[in-house]
């Protein structure tokens, strides 16, 4: 799943390769602090706004099997593609196209571990822009939604001991001391979720190793017997969890796609605030 600059230039030699990569902001993030001229040679852009439904109440939210399929074939996307996933922070979107390909049957799609970074680190070409005249693929969609949790699911889950929902919003968002970003949404997180911030799975760039990745699973409470739960702000950054929790062998894995921008925007919902941060 996860592979280094030196295999993806092996990769890209292959005459069914697709380079995809992702600039979404993390939010809060001037422009001016991320490098958005950059690319690898080859690479197509991979919207994730584009790649959402654009009237959900929520942002980011997965489009339908039968809209994702239309813009995949528009990306040149076929069903025998082998795809690489990047962006240009390192870790950050990435997973989450990665989630929304493979969740939509992408057989065989790949994560360049450290991104874009990574690849200039290594002293390979970078371009300054994006194909945009991709031929059309003959990609066809079957969506695997067992992989994605609603809020009706996350509502069911809450207080089982059999599944650990994990929020991975930063520890002031989670303990409800500073207020969301977003207007409309409350503060706090789901009752009885675990604190594990993205940032966490990551250094420099890259995801750490197995043997740290599971410690910050054992810390949180989770055991390999449960089935996992990941929420964030909006379903993007739940899926550097997911991928965390693949890497240490978890196999009954879910992203809440509404994540935090739904739950804390429904009052009827549950939250928990903890002011202390404990």
């Not at 080859?42 to 813009?71: C, G």
């Not at 991709?134 to 939604?145: I, K």
């Not at 970003?181 to 409350?186: W, Y």
Request: aromatic share 8%.
């Amino acid at each position: 799943m996860l592979i280094e600059a030196a295999q993806l230039q092996e990769i890209l030699k292959q005459d069914n390769s697709l380079l995809l990569c992702c600039l979404l902001r993390p939010v809060g993030v001037a422009a001016e602090s991320l490098n958005e001229s950059d690319f690898i040679p080859a690479s197509r852009l991979f919207d994730i706004d584009d790649f959402s439904k654009p009237d959900a109440p929520f942002p980011h939210t997965l489009l339908s099997a039968r809209d994702f399929e239309s813009k995949a074939r528009a990306l040149g996307i076929n069903n025998d593609s082998t795809i690489v996933v990047c962006d240009n922070i390192g870790i950050y979107s990435a997973p989450r196209v990665w989630f929304n390909l493979t969740m939509m049957g992408c057989n065989n799609v790949l994560l360049l571990n450290g991104g874009i970074p990574a690849w200039k680190a290594s002293g390979y070409p970078i371009a300054h822009e994006t194909l945009t005249a991709n031929p059309e693929g003959d990609f066809s969609a079957h969506e695997q939604s067992n992989r994605v949790a609603t809020k009706e699911d996350v509502l069911a889950a809450i207080g089982k001991a059999n599944i650990c929902i994990i929020d991975v919003r930063g520890a002031a968002r989670f303990n409800g001391q500073v207020p969301e970003p977003r207007a409309g949404v409350r503060s706090g997180h789901i009752p009885g979720s675990a604190n594990i911030p993205y940032a966490n799975f990551i250094r420099d760039g890259r995801f750490k190793p197995r043997a740290e990745l599971e410690k910050l699973f054992q810390e949180a409470g989770c055991s390999g017997d449960q089935q996992l739960i990941f929420s964030c702000g909006s379903g993007v950054t739940a899926c550097i969890g997911y991928v965390a929790a693949l890497l240490c062998g978890y196999h009954n894995i879910r992203v809440y796609d509404g994540s935090w921008a739904e739950w804390g925007a429904i009052e009827s919902l549950p939250i928990e605030v903890s002011s202390s941060g404990t």
